[in-house]
């Protein structure tokens, strides 16, 4: 059977290509062999653009597999080349090869070589083709004027067709009002001003408001405008609405030299006009920038000068204003010409313009030349993992950074009292044995030097957890597969004369019998979260039940006992260094015991937390990769 495939496929006339997901060439025909020269050999894992004229088309031949992948076909017509160098006219059919779900798998390419054909269709083809106008009549495009603060000083139908408002109601007031109360906090509407200022325009997409309230998610670019003396006397402001297909028709004209003032500044869009046959009758600055032409260079021509010989040959700009008169507009991307004959990566948006009586007049066209941002995206997705993980590592620092500081702040505002009040307490004491030394008074000596002692030995208990605490996180982790039941029994030899001492019932629930960490720090997590359960009680008999499950990827961690519990108000502040909820002389510690387990937990990546009713006990969970 396979055989038989082989036979049928090399007895085609037709060219077939075998593309793997990339693009790369797995597999070809006899046929492909005689049309393009190339055997196997010469375009095994090659790209297809190695049929095109130069490597300038690879950003084309990438275009026709992304638009194959994500409508399941693409068929075009050009000019290709063989391998001797020689051209011939192609009809090209690519269909994506996907599997069960969908994904794609692949490419099957047909390539018919039909020069022949096209030779007699250019000889019954006129040599010229006309074109119809188009005027003035852009109504895709919000396009107003502001003065030097943002004020608003003109405003087009495009606008109020797009934002709601009449000339009256907004002519005099700041553009702020098209802004989201989030970006009003962030005085978005000052920042884009000065950027544009500063770089000679401002672009981005984003979410706008309507009149009426509602919000639409708009292109704009912000260009500041300049008198004859380089001073700044406003803004021009070109919006899109890109959540509509269309915008209604532009009913409201700005005044003649105020028009004139804001298309002729704006450079960011070639934007001009066309009369019915299709001749350029008008040429602004963003024109003259992208495409090379003066206006006396170009007014008059037909505008087919910019497409390339394929393009003309295939009909593309007599289909394109086709297109436009039947449904209103045409927008694409693809190569263009500028005057020194280089190609430029444009979007075209062409729209049909009419009279009141509904008679189409002409056309206008706006081009955008995208070259630079399509290079920037061909770099962003060769270099996309490297810049995901180089953000991830920035929000994993900036958050270390960022608790760090919390720390910081907390251990200042702790740290004159709990770290203060053994000197304290030892220099009161010393104070009053100086006193009964010069009266000659001994008794109570020995009390004071006890408690004396007491305070040093707490104070070196802080400064010993303290300087723990600190260094959970320097160093790297020691992880390894750590038994379950090992960690806890290590903790609980620790606790052994506490857990003595309480009479304190510990019952085991662990499903699961291995996790991944530093055995040092989960015994320590273990031991502290444990001592806390046996601490915390006011009752004769404390029991502290562990528990462990799979909670999907990790293993969930609890430690529950029946002690006096957390008001529920007190649950955020558990975790903080030094914060102890209760008296020392009721429950003794540092407070620094729970700060040390969070700090574990988290360079394990995972979390922890309680759970809690005051007088009903407490259940510590934190869960640990499997």
């Not at 040599?127 to 003109?154: L, N, W």
């Not at 993992?385 to 994993?396: H, N």
């Not at 597969?481 to 090992?486: G, M, Q, S, T």
């Not at 606790?495 to 304190?504: F, I, P, Q």
């Amino acid at each position: 059977m396979v055989a038989d495939t082989q036979m049928i496929l090399d007895n085609l006339t037709e060219a077939v290509i075998v593309l793997n997901r990339d693009g790369g060439i797995t597999y070809i025909n006899n046929a492909m062999s005689r049309i393009s020269g190339y055997d196997i050999s010469d375009l095994l894992n090659k790209s297809l653009s190695i049929l095109y004229r130069n490597q300038q088309d690879m950003i084309k031949s990438q275009y026709e597999l992304q638009v194959a992948a994500r409508t399941g076909n693409f068929v075009s017509e050009g000019w290709k080349t063989r391998k001797d160098g020689s051209r011939f006219w192609g009809e090209m059919n690519i269909s994506s090869i996907k599997d069960a779900s969908e994904a794609i798998e692949g490419y099957c390419c047909t390539l018919r070589d039909t020069s022949a054909q096209k030779e007699e269709e250019l000889q019954l083809r006129q040599s010229e083709e006309r074109y119809r106008i188009m005027v003035e009549g852009v109504k895709d495009y919000s396009i107003f004027m502001m003065d030097a603060q943002g004020y608003v000083c003109t405003w087009n139908d495009g606008a109020r067709l797009m934002k709601g408002y009449s000339a009256h109601e907004i002519i005099g007031k700041h553009f702020s009002v098209f802004y989201t109360t989030e970006d009003l906090d962030k005085k978005k509407a000052e920042v884009e001003l000065n950027i544009a200022i500063r770089d000679g325009r401002y672009e981005e997409d984003g979410w706008r408001v309507r009149k009426n309230g509602t919000v639409f998610w708009a292109n704009v670019i912000l260009t500041p405008l300049y008198n004859e003396q380089n001073v700044l006397i406003g803004f021009s402001k070109v919006t899109r609405d890109l959540t509509e297909k269309r915008l209604h028709e532009e009913a409201l004209r700005q005044s003649e030299e105020r028009y004139r003032l804001l298309v002729e500044q704006v450079t960011d869009y070639g934007i001009f006009m066309l009369d019915e046959k299709g001749r350029i009758i008008s040429w602004n600055e963003g024109a003259k920038r992208i495409k090379g032409y003066t206006e006396a260079e170009i007014v008059g021509k037909y505008f087919s000068i910019f497409y390339p010989e394929e393009d003309i040959l295939t009909g593309k700009p007599k289909h394109e204003l086709k297109v436009a008169r039947e449904v209103g507009k045409y927008e694409e991307e693809g190569w263009r010409l500028k005057k020194d004959g280089s190609k430029f990566w444009a979007n075209v948006v062409i729209t049909a313009v009419h009279s009141a009586d509904g008679t189409l007049v002409g056309y206008s066209k706006v081009t955008r030349d995208l070259s630079e941002r399509k290079n920037s995206e061909k770099a962003l997705r060769e270099s996309y993992e490297r810049y995901r993980m180089l953000t991830e590592e920035l929000k994993v620092t900036n958050s270390e950074l960022s608790y760090a500081n919390q720390e910081l702040e907390q251990f200042t505002s702790i740290v004159s009292h709990d770290l203060q009040e053994p000197v304290r307490t030892i220099k009161s004491f010393l104070k009053l044995m100086e006193m009964k030394l010069s009266a000659g008074e001994y008794e109570q000596l020995h009390t004071y030097i006890d408690k004396s002692t007491n305070a040093a030995n707490r104070m070196k208990e802080l400064i010993q957890n303290l300087l723990h605490y600190s260094q959970l996180s320097k160093g790297s982790l020691k992880e390894q597969e750590v038994n379950v039941n090992d960690l806890i029994n290590d903790a609980l030899q620790n606790l052994r004369a506490s857990v003595e001492v309480s009479n304190a019932n510990i019952e085991l629930d662990c499903e699961i019998e291995k996790v991944y960490g530093d055995k040092v720090q989960l015994t320590q997590l273990f031991q502290n979260l444990i001592s806390n359960a046996i601490k915390f009680t006011d009752t004769e008999n404390p029991r502290v039940r562990i528990t462990a499950q799979q909670d999907n990827d990790q293993v969930r961690f609890g430690i529950t006992d029946n002690g006096i519990g957390i008001a529920e108000k007190d649950l955020n502040k558990v975790f903080d260094i030094f914060r102890r909820l209760n008296t020392e002389k009721a429950f003794p510690g540092t407070g620094i015991g729970l700060a040390i387990c969070k700090k574990i937990v988290e360079r394990h990546r995972g979390k922890i937390w309680p759970q809690s009713e005051k007088g009903k006990g407490t259940t510590f969970y934190f869960t640990l990769q499997q």
